[in-house]
């Protein structure tokens, strides 16, 4: 059964870095394409970032955009979401999810998420 785990989120200053990770496990990971989402307090949920199987094409939503960066590991499985320059904005549950299509994540895999929490 496929399973995806996030971690590395916690607490942070406004400035300041974090760095997810999202380890998957029973699906041949190098087939997915693999996103970052996120849910804030009283939000909808909203797309992050997204990378192809093969790390040719990434795509940010904007508000990240020079401050975030999505990375695989194949070899190891695992997706990355560098995030620096963090903004109170930023706070919210972070999900990964794998998905076939890069436009058909809502049909995909998802993970528990991990929480983040920006202070200024």
């Known amino acids: 059964q496929a399973q995806l785990v996030e971690s590395g989120g916690g607490s942070a200053q406004a400035g300041g870095s974090l760095r997810l990770s999202c380890a998957a496990s029973?699906?041949?990971?190098?087939?997915?394409?693999m996103g970052w989402f996120r849910q804030a307090p009283g939000k909808e949920r909203e797309f992050v970032a997204k990378?192809?199987?093969?790390?040719?094409?990434?795509v940010y939503t904007d508000s990240v955009k020079g401050r975030f960066t999505i990375s695989r590991d194949n070899a190891k499985n695992t997706v990355y979401l560098q995030m620096n320059s963090l903004k109170p904005e930023d706070t919210a549950v972070y999900y990964c999810?794998?998905?076939?299509?890069?436009?058909?994540?809502?049909?995909?895999?998802w993970g528990q998420g991990t929480q983040v929490t920006v202070s200024s």
């Open positions: 029973g699906l041949t990971f190098s087939n997915y394409h």
């Open positions: 990378i192809t199987w093969r790390s040719d094409d990434t």
């Open positions: 999810a794998a998905a076939l299509q890069m436009h058909q994540f809502q049909r995909g895999y």
